[in-house]
């Protein structure tokens, strides 16, 4: 399964857009690309996933190169209620997700 | 739409003992993996069920079991108890067979404390 790569952390002013990098250089034509973010002490979050189109939802979004070897997650206007762990997972088709060290985000007021 | 619901939210044994984990997946979800999580190896993943079948199964030794129900409802067992075993365990369901265009929702875990 396809392994990612992410810095192990990153700062952001609040109110400023946080985009946070993931390379992903073996991923395979079928497999999708998923971020996720945990906050201390709690479950593992979904925020949006993406196959090569650009993604958006009410919390962020995603783009992807056409190449489909790096992604980049967009929180448009970071709060501090963003500062957590965030995950990029590209998905085994065996319903296996693999997690990495992810990066962690700290807004900052 | 009720998250997916992990029972008990906090648990204390002893090396040697045997524990039972509950997940309530999200009405409809038919797929439910565990995942344990600790400091030092991060996110693993255990097992993953579909229809009451295992699919999937991470490394892990024979201690660690899990089954699930008619109803889609998820248990995981952990024997013979030992200290590494202290973790946080959570569960996660997804509605389609096939996960890679389907998310993972997880609940908020089982904190396992072994002493």
């Known amino acids: 399964d396809a392994k990612t790569t992410q810095p192990p952390s990153m700062d952001c002013a609040e109110g400023r857009a946080a985009n946070l990098p993931c390379n992903h250089s073996?991923?395979?034509?079928?497999?999708?690309v998923y971020w996720y973010r945990q906050i201390h002490s709690q479950g593992p979050q979904y925020i949006i996933h993406?196959?090569?189109n650009n993604e958006t939802n009410e919390m962020a979004s995603l783009i992807i190169t056409e190449d489909r070897k790096s992604s980049t997650l967009i929180l448009p206007h970071a709060t501090l209620r963003d500062t957590a762990v965030y995950y990029c997972?590209?998905?085994?088709?065996?319903?296996?997700?693999?997690f990495g060290t992810g990066t962690s985000l700290t807004v900052i007021p | 739409k009720a998250g997916v619901t992990q029972t008990p939210r906090y648990l204390i044994k002893t090396r040697g003992q045997q524990v039972t984990l509950s997940c309530s997946p999200i009405?409809?979800?038919?797929?439910v993996s565990w995942y344990q999580q600790t400091p030092g190896q991060g996110l693993q993943f255990l097992f993953e069920?579909?229809?009451?079948?295992?699919?999937n199964k991470g490394n892990f030794p024979g201690r660690f079991s899990g089954r699930q129900f008619s109803n889609s409802r998820s248990e995981m067992n952990v024997s013979t108890l030992e200290l590494g075993d202290s973790a946080l365990y959570l569960c996660?369901?997804?509605?389609?067979?096939?996960?890679?265009?389907?998310?993972?929702?997880f609940g908020n875990g089982t904190r396992l404390t072994v002493t």
């Open positions: 993406g196959l090569k």
């Open positions: 073996t991923i395979s034509g079928n497999e999708y």
């Open positions: 996660a369901s997804s509605l389609e067979r096939e996960a890679y265009n389907s998310p993972l929702h």
């Open positions: 069920y579909f229809s009451e079948t295992q699919r």
């Open positions: 997972i590209v998905a085994n088709t065996g319903n296996q997700f693999y």
């Open positions: 009405s409809g979800h038919r797929s």
